[in-house]
Structure formats: structure tokens, C-alpha cells
């Protein structure tokens, strides 16, 4: 049995089988980002272990057909133990055992890469300092002491919690939150719209004068989902303070008295903490003469670290970003009043391993093509001879 399943996991068969299914997972993802959008269809088909199916009113999901990490990780152990069983130390296979080497941590790192990469957005205006970046496809639901002056604490509930539904307890909160209603992508109407016949789903805060439309998600490479939910507020020893609507279209956050302190709840982008802080000075937008378009953009930024005792100006533009306790900041947008600039933070712990491994594989075509020239050289010298 043993034998049986290393005869399995070493085969070139298996190899074949991977890169056959890869290549019909990347057609079968392409095609559906005409429908579900880039974002969507990388969740779905590359970022996933399965392809789920979920039949129409079943209310279940059904596992068709194998998911880009399922096939990278299949393909990676098949790489390695295919090698690991074949290996034999000579010098003229040293250029193969390092192509495949280099191959290994290509797959390696592409899939700690999808696992474990962070991708998040800083926005700033001149003058403004943030400490924290956010992610533009997930949403949390911030429930905020203000109490204290000189603090606030804020407990933040990810927007897969929410999604789950029922109740959420937490240490740092003296009431129950219980999900009444989720809407992955909504639209907003008041009750006193014309035509609406929505009923409100929230009976506190500016979320009773509000109805709630389901729609679909968004497909757009721009677009985004208006995540809303409405959530009871139940103390444990007193009465509900009634249903909330939480939603990133309200905007400002809305106030509540609870265990006599005063709270605040507003539903956000996922936010990132960073130790540091970073300051925009200057934003430039350069643009060809006569035209719209831009030519170069760039983002003056002061970065202030106490706990290293940096502060240092940095200049961000294309091609040119800052890289700073294992994150880097690229230049990624603006907006329109070009004084708003948009960086993309990028947090990869295995950013060097393409590289590595183009080096490692670029030198082991090297080796092996040089040796066999070698050997080609020499033999013909002899006939010649």
C-alpha cells in the first residue's frame, strides 16, 4: 500500500494530470471573470482548494473540481518526491538537480504567496498622518469605547463573522451583538423615496429612515461591494437597545449609551495597525503637455518609527517604492483633486523567492547546456583528431 501510494505521488502521470488541470482552471477562471469579476474569480478558482458548485435553493456547496492551491501543492509534493526518488549525484545531471531546485521554489513561493500576502491601501490627503493601511475588498464592523479622553478601544468583528450570522460575544464588550440580517452588496434607500416598498430592517439610529436593497455583487475591476448588516444590541443585564443598521454608506459612526459608557459603531474596511506612522507631504501629478494623461506621479512621505528612532523623508513614485519592516509601499493612484494620493501597502514574506528561483534555474540551464557543450566539443576535437 505504501509502495503503491509513492509510486503514485512520484509518477509523471500525476505531473501531467496537474498541469493538464491547470490549464483547464485557467481557462475556466478567465472565462468567469467576464461574470463574477477579477477579484471574485481568483477567490473562487486560484485562491481556493476546490471549485464549489452550490446547487440553486439547496443551500449546500458541492466540491467539481480541483482549486489553484489543491493543484500547486499536489504539484509541488509530486515535484519534490519525483526528485527525492530519482536523485542520483553525478556531475552532469548537477545543472537538471538545479533547474528543478529553482522550479521547487518557484511553486513554493507562489503558493505562500497566495496564503499568506497582504495587500492593503494607505489614502492620503496632504498633510494627513496614518498609522494603518486598509483593504478595499473586506469590511469590519468597528465597535469603538470612546469613554476614556485619551484613548478609545475598538473592538474590530471581521466581516466573515458577520457573514456566519448569530451571536457575537466578545471579552471586551459588556452586551451581545446578534447579526439579524447580512447583505454582501446593497443599495440604500430612504423610506421616503418614491416607490419604495421596502420595509427598514433597523428600528435605531439613522438606519430606521433607511430600507435595504440585496443586489448583485460587483464585477467591476474598480468596484467594490456595499457591505450592510443589521445587529441587535442586547446587554447582559438590562434590554435590547434595539437594531442597527451598520453599513459603509452611512458613513459618519453612530453613537450609543451601553453599561453606562458611551459607544460608537460604524462598519469600516478592514484596517492594518502598523508601528510606525506615515505623513504625506507632497503629492505630485505631472501630466503630458496638452493632455490628460499622466506622466508621473509621486508621493513625498515622512516616515516616523519611535520604536527604531527613524524619521526620514521618502520620495514614492512609479517603479520606486518604499520597503520598510518587511512591507512595501508602491505608488498605486491618486484622486482626482491630486492632492489625495493612493499607495498600496504589500505585506509578501516570500517576495525574493521568483527571484531566487529564476536565478537558481537560469544557472542550472547554465551548468547543463555548458557541460553537454563541453563534452560535444571534446568529442568532436577526437573525430577531428
Given at each position: 500500500m505504501v509502495r503503491r501510494l509513492i509510486?503514485?505521488?512520484?509518477?509523471?502521470k500525476l505531473t501531467i494530470i496537474c498541469l493538464v488541470a491547470a490549464m483547464?482552471?485557467?481557462?475556466?477562471?478567465?472565462?468567469?471573470?467576464?461574470?463574477?469579476?477579477?477579484?471574485?474569480?481568483?477567490?473562487?478558482?486560484?485562491?481556493?482548494?476546490?471549485?464549489?458548485?452550490?446547487?440553486?435553493?439547496?443551500?449546500?456547496?458541492?466540491?467539481?473540481?480541483?482549486g489553484g492551491h489543491l493543484i500547486g501543492a499536489v504539484l509541488?509534493?509530486?515535484?519534490?518526491?519525483?526528485?527525492?526518488?530519482?536523485?542520483?549525484w553525478a556531475w552532469r545531471k548537477f545543472g537538471i538537480h538545479l533547474t528543478h531546485a529553482g522550479l521547487i521554489i518557484m511553486l513554493a513561493g507562489g503558493?505562500?504567496?497566495?496564503?499568506?500576502?497582504?495587500?492593503?491601501?494607505?489614502?492620503?490627503?496632504?498633510?494627513?498622518?496614518?498609522?494603518?493601511?486598509?483593504?478595499?475588498?473586506?469590511?469590519?464592523?468597528?465597535?469603538?469605547?470612546?469613554?476614556?479622553?485619551?484613548?478609545?478601544?475598538v473592538t474590530a468583528i471581521p466581516e466573515a463573522v458577520l457573514r456566519r450570522?448569530?451571536?457575537?460575544?466578545?471579552?471586551?464588550l459588556p452586551f451581545r451583538l446578534v447579526v439579524r440580517h447580512f447583505y454582501q452588496n446593497s443599495r440604500l434607500h430612504m423610506v421616503s423615496e418614491p416607490g419604495v416598498t421596502l420595509q427598514p430592517i433597523a428600528n435605531q439610529g439613522p438606519g430606521?429612515?433607511?430600507?435595504?436593497?440585496?443586489?448583485?455583487?460587483?464585477?467591476?475591476?474598480?468596484?467594490?461591494?456595499?457591505?450592510?448588516?443589521?445587529?441587535?444590541?442586547?446587554?447582559a443585564e438590562s434590554a435590547s437597545l434595539g437594531t442597527w443598521l451598520v453599513s459603509d454608506a452611512l458613513g459618519a459612526p453612530q453613537t450609543f449609551s451601553g453599561d453606562g459608557r458611551t459607544w460608537q459603531l460604524v462598519m469600516r474596511p478592514a484596517r492594518y495597525y502598523k508601528p510606525y506612522s506615515?505623513?504625506?507631504?507632497?503629492?505630485?501629478?505631472?501630466?503630458?503637455?496638452?493632455?490628460?494623461?499622466?506622466?508621473?506621479?509621486?508621493?513625498?512621505?515622512?516616515l516616523i518609527d519611535p520604536e527604531r528612532s527613524v524619521n526620514r523623508n521618502v520620495l514614492v513614485y512609479m517603479n520606486h517604492p518604499l520597503r520598510y519592516r518587511g512591507e512595501t509601499y508602491y505608488q498605486a493612484g491618486f484622486e482626482k483633486d491630486d492632492r489625495t494620493s493612493i499607495l498600496q501597502v504589500v505585506r509578501n514574506p516570500s517576495f525574493v523567492a521568483p527571484y531566487i528561483a529564476c536565478i537558481v534555474v537560469a544557472v542550472g540551464l547554465l551548468v547543463q547546456f555548458g557541460y553537454h557543450l563541453v563534452g560535444f566539443s571534446r568529442r568532436r576535437g577526437t573525430v577531428a583528431a
Amino acid at each position: 500500500m505504501v509502495r503503491r501510494l509513492i509510486a503514485i505521488i512520484t509518477s509523471l502521470k500525476l505531473t501531467i494530470i496537474c498541469l493538464v488541470a491547470a490549464m483547464v482552471l485557467i481557462f475556466a477562471g478567465t472565462i468567469a471573470q467576464v461574470h463574477l469579476g477579477i477579484w471574485e474569480a481568483q477567490q473562487r478558482y486560484f485562491q481556493s482548494f476546490f471549485v464549489w458548485w452550490p446547487p440553486e435553493g439547496r443551500g449546500l456547496r458541492i466540491p467539481i473540481f480541483p482549486g489553484g492551491h489543491l493543484i500547486g501543492a499536489v504539484l509541488l509534493i509530486n515535484l519534490i518526491a519525483a526528485h527525492a526518488k530519482r536523485f542520483q549525484w553525478a556531475w552532469r545531471k548537477f545543472g537538471i538537480h538545479l533547474t528543478h531546485a529553482g522550479l521547487i521554489i518557484m511553486l513554493a513561493g507562489g503558493l505562500f504567496t497566495d496564503l499568506f500576502a497582504v495587500e492593503s491601501h494607505m489614502r492620503l490627503t496632504q498633510g494627513d498622518t496614518r498609522n494603518y493601511s486598509e483593504d478595499p475588498r473586506r469590511m469590519e464592523l468597528a465597535v469603538i469605547n470612546t469613554s476614556n479622553p485619551e484613548f478609545d478601544q475598538v473592538t474590530a468583528i471581521p466581516e466573515a463573522v458577520l457573514r456566519r450570522g448569530g451571536t457575537i460575544k466578545h471579552k471586551s464588550l459588556p452586551f451581545r451583538l446578534v447579526v439579524r440580517h447580512f447583505y454582501q452588496n446593497s443599495r440604500l434607500h430612504m423610506v421616503s423615496e418614491p416607490g419604495v416598498t421596502l420595509q427598514p430592517i433597523a428600528n435605531q439610529g439613522p438606519g430606521a429612515q433607511v430600507v435595504v436593497e440585496a443586489v448583485s455583487r460587483a464585477t467591476g475591476v474598480n468596484d467594490r461591494d456595499l457591505v450592510s448588516a443589521a445587529v441587535e444590541i442586547i446587554p447582559a443585564e438590562s434590554a435590547s437597545l434595539g437594531t442597527w443598521l451598520v453599513s459603509d454608506a452611512l458613513g459618519a459612526p453612530q453613537t450609543f449609551s451601553g453599561d453606562g459608557r458611551t459607544w460608537q459603531l460604524v462598519m469600516r474596511p478592514a484596517r492594518y495597525y502598523k508601528p510606525y506612522s506615515v505623513t504625506l507631504q507632497k503629492f505630485t501629478h505631472e501630466r503630458y503637455v496638452g493632455t490628460d494623461i499622466p506622466k508621473n506621479f509621486a508621493s513625498k512621505v515622512t516616515l516616523i518609527d519611535p520604536e527604531r528612532s527613524v524619521n526620514r523623508n521618502v520620495l514614492v513614485y512609479m517603479n520606486h517604492p518604499l520597503r520598510y519592516r518587511g512591507e512595501t509601499y508602491y505608488q498605486a493612484g491618486f484622486e482626482k483633486d491630486d492632492r489625495t494620493s493612493i499607495l498600496q501597502v504589500v505585506r509578501n514574506p516570500s517576495f525574493v523567492a521568483p527571484y531566487i528561483a529564476c536565478i537558481v534555474v537560469a544557472v542550472g540551464l547554465l551548468v547543463q547546456f555548458g557541460y553537454h557543450l563541453v563534452g560535444f566539443s571534446r568529442r568532436r576535437g577526437t573525430v577531428a583528431a
